[in-house]
């Protein structure tokens, strides 16, 4: 039986495809390991949208050629967007690499590796379709906590935003069957799922190419429904397509929680404009204040990208002001990469790498300031938490989340307790940190019961 070791780099859209990976491999007879000089077969699940993560993706796959190297009849694939954009280009470049398999068809996967024992056939380069649909039929191995998860509901994107490589990638918007999600969160939840994270390249787009017709809105009704959820979360909404319908569906379905990921990129019209986003910035202060009225004390977290050709200072400017008024709970900021094939490759008026950082810095000192004031209006309150665990080398410090705190991208709450993993534990916020928050527990194990409020 060989051995398989997969290294998942990039977004948690990429980890699920990881985990359907892993799920394809162990189903055709092939174990896994987490140490790569045990493995057979060394996987790297790339990502390839900047050139930060080109360079990550690069380098992730020179050292697995080197452990290859170490070993005899050890086999290297390359998978995932990086192989999607540029499979042709890498084989000629790196010989060492047996597989490259795309977006779209890595669950042939074990066929290819059946292929690759017969040294002449070495390498394959398969890039296959754009993406591949999940579905709740296909073997998937869970990795990470087992009381969160992720949820992909559908893939691709319609959207032509003038830096994004995505669509190029992944292909068109296609929506899973709504049913079809519902059937794998039970099957999440009875895994032991309590937490189910919805992502996409667009939440929002959800079924609106399926026949017939239906809404994220209408999606996160029967998910409600599931028995033993207790926390659902949306990742990537995209501003346009936030509804009446959805917010409704926020603010009142219990187990779905109070947050909103919608990354706004910026706000200075011109930029916006040049961006190819669909929104002003005063038509996004009117999105933004329509959200807070119908989901009374919602997070709102968003991204933006600084050093986008031809932002001025002024421009901005602008951005850092907007970011001021709007007080968000959670803001991402990235630097402008300058991707190929993207209609803003080829835009004037490229802003410097040394401005770009600076702009960056900038912004997130500002947005720290706003959150470590939001936090400190959280001191005295008794906040519903997610334990995930204990601290390293501190055994009676626990580490959990709040409901609003995503997992991996936000902060966390640290406490003195006694808790399992995946259990549920009410704790009084007693210091604020600029993103976490330290406490201490005041009650164990809360239970099943959906409560009221997720504060």
């Known amino acids: ?3 398989v070791h997969l290294l998942s780099l990039g977004c948690p859209k990429n980890l699920a495809d990881s985990e359907l990976i ?46 290859k190297k170490r070993g005899a009849n050890r086999r290297l694939v390359v998978a995932g967007c990086l192989a999607q954009r540029y499979g042709a280009e890498l084989r ?23 292929r690759t024992e017969r040294p002449e056939t070495r390498p394959i380069p398969y890039a296959g379709s754009a993406h591949l649909l999940p579905a709740a039929s296909m073997a998937r191995v869970r990795s990470g906590d087992f009381f969160t998860s992720y949820l992909k509901i559908s893939e691709g994107c319609n959207h032509k935003c003038a830096f994004c490589i995505i669509p190029a990638i992944r292909g068109r918007h296609e929506s899973r069957p709504l049913a079809d999600v519902v059937r794998e969160a039970r099957m999440l939840v009875d895994s032991g799922a309590r937490e189910l994270n919805l992502i996409a390249q667009d939440l929002t787009a959800y079924g609106r190419d399926l026949a017939p017709r ?54 200075d019209d011109a930029v916006l404009r040049a961006m190819r986003r669909e929104r002003s910035s005063g038509a996004l202060r009117k999105l933004l204040d329509r959200i807070r009225k119908r989901v009374p ?7 933006f990208i600084v050093g986008f050709p031809g932002e001025t200072d002024e421009a901005f400017g602008r951005l850092v002001d907007f970011v001021r008024e709007q ?17 803003a490759f080829g835009l004037a008026a490229q802003v410097p790498e040394r401005v770009k ?28 938490v997610l334990v995930e665990g204990t601290v390293p ?12 705190q995503a997992p991996e991208i936000d902060g966390a709450v640290f406490f003195k307790g006694e808790a399992e993993p995946g259990e549920f534990v009410r704790v009084r916020v007693k210091q604020a940190l600029t993103y976490d928050l330290r406490g201490e527990m005041v009650a164990a194990d809360i239970g099943q019961e959906k409560m009221a409020s997720h504060a």
């Open 92 to 114: 000629e470049q790196m010989p060492e690499v047996d597989i490259f398999v795309g977006t779209g068809n890595f669950l042939d996967l074990p066929e290819l590796l059946r």
């Open 393 to 404: 080398g501190r055994a009676a410090r626990l580490r959990g989340r709040i409901a609003a």
């Open 357 to 384: 950082r600076e702009r960056r810095a900038a912004l997130m000192e500002a947005q720290a300031e706003i959150s470590l004031r939001k936090n400190r209006d959280l001191i005295g309150r008794e906040m519903e």
């Open 22 to 67: 892993l799920g394809a491999l162990t189903g055709a007879g092939f174990e896994l390991t987490l140490d790569p000089e045990d493995a057979q077969v060394l996987v790297v699940n790339t990502c390839s949208f900047i050139e930060a993560a080109k360079k990550e993706s690069l380098d992730a796959i020179l050292e697995a050629a080197e452990v």
């Open 214 to 267: 239906t809404s994220l809105a209408a999606l996160l009704e029967e998910l409600d429904r599931v028995e033993g959820v207790r926390w659902i979360r949306l990742l990537y909404c995209y501003p346009n397509f936030v509804t009446d319908e959805l917010l409704g569906a926020i603010a009142s379905l219990p187990s779905v929680v109070p947050y909103i990921d919608m990354p706004l990129q910026h706000a």
């Open 297 to 303: 004390g919602v997070t709102l977290r968003t991204s």
């Open 1 to 3: 039986m060989e051995k």
């Open 327 to 343: 007080q968000f709970e959670r803001v991402g900021v990235f630097t402008y990469s300058r991707e190929e094939n993207t209609a």
